[in-house]
């Protein structure tokens, strides 16, 4: 058994590898600069985790999905692989142990968020770290048209510079052809390397439901579908009274958006994937590394910003590969909010002129200060004493970071601090069970804690203890109460970091990049959706691969355009017949595709099942070759 398969063995208990996993894992343990292609669910962490653990030295594995990190480090340390990750809600104290450990081969995996690339402090510690390679994951975020943006990915390139020798594998489930160009590019790949794995999903159904209302179409599905279900929507407010609103028609439900307490976040998101409720109403706050098999059905009741958006939410139904649908549900208004939608995400620049020069006045900064100085920003209070639209506001808040003027980052809990003020006898003469346990947890947790301020975290002492995170707030918020220790809880507020000097709004310049270009891709992402959904004449599959790049496809045979045409007369026991057909002329070895025998078969649904084949990953093409897939 060859080390790869046999680490794969080890660590997941899996007997192969699937699609292009282990091509991708062979480019990049071989040294070259590599880019995958997979879509949602295809195993993208297999192809940096394998190649990793056959190397010496630390993979460094950049990723903005906080949440995902902290899951994919607790995997990796329960299969006894050590992994630690640095994010924006960790201490500076915390930060620099995690980094002093790598730098000392305490790890095999360093998950790091993108904005944490620029400090000093990393980039200084990172020079004396063993990096095998470089894992880029949502690698299409560098892309600075691309659907989502993110300028902290450029940052990247000060790693390359740090870490020259040590290649780069990026992944991504979201990337046209256009964006697979940019994405090489603005990681310095030495030479173009990209491996695809068809984003076909034989079981997935594309619908697009017409209804005179939202609700009354999401119930008409809801009652017509088993099993779990995601409900995407855009506004918090909606998502909350939408979850409410089914659970006063009998269904159970919950719901998750970015305005919650990431405790609850996580509360809501265990008892979903537990089976808890049957359905979970969200923003696109939700979903990212979410590996739940059983989904069977995923709505929009809005519509995304482009096809890439809807591409990757549609793609968390049927995981398990049995039959799955994804509808987008429209009443009509849609081409009405479309043209509105570009306004408040692309606000004129007079309007982002203003919001700058009045958030600098709310914050109290003067022209020529500012330099570096990071500000609690508290955007509900803003609003109301200047009179902005909050969607707006952020949306000129987001061209000013990507304009280098600020660094705008969303509200996110902060960690809190404590310091216990009694002696150790007086404290303990006073707890009840569950203080005794927390306080002992804590001891065992943070050293100095009787002497200085110290960063606590409740999830972590919540997790030691078995308490809930509400039952650990209390009991410390009556230690603070009573006088035995000093607490502040961590609290959620925007930050804005001014990254330049203040300057007169008349001075401020947004290049054809930051906000033209922007513009005009969004507006035609957009358009590319809405004709999705307007489509009535070619299959929905068809389109959507089109879109990613892929030419040489088929119709899929149960979207709703293809069921209303049904003109291919492709039975499933035709199908049956087929794939007998061809695995028995493909037992002893691979055969000339030219070479099968195709008696009695009709050319489009040989072609057909052929693809049906390739996609559920049965047949593999080697050039001319054809070749049953290891393990059929």
């Known amino acids: 058994m060859d080390t790869y398969l046999s680490i794969l063995k080890r660590y997941w208990g899996y007997d192969d590898f699937r699609g292009i996993q282990r091509d991708i894992i062979e480019s990049i343990g071989s040294g070259h600069d590599t880019l995958g292609l997979m879509p949602t669910g295809g195993g993208k962490s297999i192809t940096f985790q394998v190649p990793a653990l056959a190397k010496p030295g630390l993979c460094l594995v950049i990723t903005p999905l906080i949440a995902l990190m902290k899951d994919q480090v607790e995997a990796l340390n329960s299969r006894g692989i050590k992994a630690a990750c640095v994010h924006s809600g960790l201490s500076h104290e915390q930060t620099l142990v995690i980094l002093e450990n790598s730098v000392f081969n305490a790890y095999k995996f360093l998950y790091i968020s993108p904005e944490r690339l620029s400090s000093e402090l990393f980039l200084r510690k990172l020079g004396h770290m063993n990096?095998?390679?470089?894992?880029?994951?949502?690698?299409?975020?560098?892309?600075?048209?691309?659907?989502?943006?993110?300028?902290?990915?450029?940052?990247?390139?000060?790693?390359?510079?740090?870490?020259?020798?040590?290649?780069?594998?990026?992944?991504?489930?979201?990337?046209?052809?256009?964006?697979?160009?940019?994405?090489?590019?603005?990681?310095?790949?030495?030479?173009?390397?990209?491996?695809?794995?068809?984003?076909?999903?034989?079981?997935?159904?594309?619908?697009?439901?017409?209804?005179?209302?939202?609700?009354?179409?999401?119930?008409?599905?809801?009652?017509?579908?088993?099993?779990?279900?995601?409900?995407?929507?855009?506004?918090?407010?909606?998502?909350?009274?939408?979850?409410?609103?089914?659970?006063?028609?009998?269904?159970?439900?919950?719901?998750?958006?970015?305005?919650?307490?990431?405790?609850?976040?996580?509360?809501?998101?265990?008892?979903?994937?537990?089976?808890?409720?049957?359905?979970?109403?969200?923003?696109?706050?939700?979903?990212?590394?979410?590996?739940?098999?059983?989904?069977?059905?995923?709505?929009?009741?809005?519509?995304?910003?482009?096809?890439?958006?809807?591409?990757?939410?549609?793609?968390?139904?049927?995981?398990?590969?049995?039959?799955?649908?994804?509808?987008?549900?429209m009443d009509g208004k849609e081409l009405e909010l479309s043209g509105r939608r570009v306004k408040l995400h692309f606000p004129d620049l007079d309007y982002v002129r203003k919001a700058y020069e009045d958030v600098c006045c709310f914050l109290q900064l003067a022209v020529g200060d500012g330099m570096n100085v990071t500000r609690e920003f508290n955007m509900e209070r803003f609003c109301v004493n200047f009179h902005y639209h909050p969607l707006m506001l952020t949306s000129a808040l987001d061209i000013l970071d990507k304009a280098g003027y600020i660094a705008y980052r969303d509200a996110e809990e902060g960690t809190s601090r404590l310091r216990i003020d009694a002696t150790r006898n007086q404290l303990f003469s006073v707890l009840d069970n569950q203080g005794e346990q927390i306080v002992l947890a804590m001891l065992r947790r943070y050293g100095g804690i009787f002497i200085d301020m110290v960063f606590i975290d409740e999830d972590m002492i919540s997790r030691d203890t078995g308490l809930t995170m509400d039952v650990i707030y209390q009991e410390l918020k009556e230690l603070a109460r009573r006088g035995l220790v000093s607490y502040i809880p961590r609290k959620r507020m925007p930050l804005i970091t001014f990254l330049r000097r203040r300057v007169m709004k008349e001075d401020l310049e947004f290049s054809f990049g930051v906000y033209a270009m922007r513009k005009e891709a969004y507006e035609f992402r957009l358009k590319a959706l809405l004709t999705y959904c307007i489509n009535t004449e070619e299959c929905r599959s068809r389109l959507l691969l089109r879109y990613f790049g892929e030419t040489d496809t088929h119709k899929c045979g149960i979207c709703d355009v293809c069921e209303q045409?049904?003109?291919?007369?492709?039975?499933?026991?035709?199908?049956?017949?087929?794939?007998?057909?061809?695995?028995?002329?493909?037992?002893?070895?691979?055969?000339?595709?030219?070479?099968?025998?195709?008696?009695?078969?009709?050319?489009?649904?040989?072609?057909?099942?052929?693809?049906?084949?390739?996609?559920?990953?049965?047949?593999?093409?080697?050039?001319?070759?054809?070749?049953?897939?290891?393990?059929?």
């Open 565 to 632: 045409e049904d003109t291919t007369g492709f039975t499933e026991d035709e199908y049956l017949r087929i794939r007998e057909h061809i695995v028995g002329q493909l037992q002893h070895g691979p055969v000339r595709a030219s070479d099968i025998d195709i008696k009695g078969i009709r050319p489009d649904s040989l072609t057909w099942a052929l693809d049906y084949m390739r996609a559920k990953e049965e047949l593999v093409a080697d050039g001319p070759f054809i070749r049953l897939a290891s393990g059929n």
């Open 131 to 329: 990096i095998c390679f470089i894992t880029v994951d949502e690698a299409h975020c560098i892309c600075q048209w691309g659907y989502d943006f993110r300028p902290s990915y450029l940052q990247i390139a000060q790693v390359r510079k740090v870490k020259p020798d040590s290649p780069i594998l990026a992944l991504t489930a979201t990337a046209t052809p256009e964006v697979t160009k940019d994405i090489q590019k603005n990681l310095g790949f030495k030479e173009e390397n990209v491996y695809r794995m068809s984003f076909f999903r034989p079981n997935l159904a594309y619908r697009v439901l017409h209804a005179d209302a939202t609700f009354l179409g999401l119930l008409q599905l809801l009652n017509t579908t088993e099993g779990s279900c995601i409900v995407y929507t855009r506004n918090r407010q909606k998502c909350e009274d939408l979850s409410k609103q089914l659970v006063e028609y009998g269904f159970s439900s919950t719901y998750y958006h970015a305005g919650l307490k990431a405790a609850e976040k996580d509360v809501r998101q265990d008892a979903w994937l537990r089976g808890n409720y049957r359905i979970i109403v969200a923003t696109n706050a939700f979903g990212m590394g979410i590996d739940k098999p059983d989904v069977r059905l995923v709505v929009h009741v809005d519509l995304p910003d482009s096809v890439e958006e809807y591409f990757q939410e549609a793609g968390r139904a049927g995981r398990d590969g049995k039959p799955a649908c994804s509808v987008i549900v």
